[in-house]
């Protein structure tokens, strides 16, 4: 069973950036992807950003050209810089590790607030 644990949510002016950061408490190495969703209020669960062990990305359409995933393996570690952000990139972020057979992982979740 491996922890994810967000940090680095908060509030900031549209046009600002955030980095945030999600700790394992296991390897992330065997992890076949991990990633970050993102539900605003009243919304559904939307992808936001993948990487593979490999290195491998994915973003939404949304996101992309904006935001970056990376991942520090030796940390154990994903990150995910947002830049740009606009008023509807506001919701509760969470990290997530996806396995192709078996339980995924969640975190609790950051919240970001993109407003004046």
């Known amino acids: 069973q491996v922890q994810l644990v967000e940090s680095g949510g908060g509030l900031v002016q549209p046009g600002g950036s955030l980095r945030l950061s999600c700790a394992a408490s296991g390897s992330i190495s065997n992890i076949d992807r991990m990633g970050w969703y993102r539900q605003a209020p009243g919304a559904r669960l939307e992808l936001v950003a993948t990487?593979?062990?490999?290195?491998?990305?994915v973003y939404s359409d949304s996101v992309k050209g904006r935001f970056t995933i990376s991942r520090d393996d030796a940390k154990n570690t994903i990150n995910l810089q947002m830049n740009s952000l606009k008023p509807e990139d506001t919701a509760v972020y969470y990290c997530a590790g996806l396995k192709n057979f078996g339980r995924d992982y969640w975190g609790q979740g950051t919240l970001v607030t993109v407003s004046e």
């Open positions: 990487i593979t062990p490999e290195g491998t990305t």
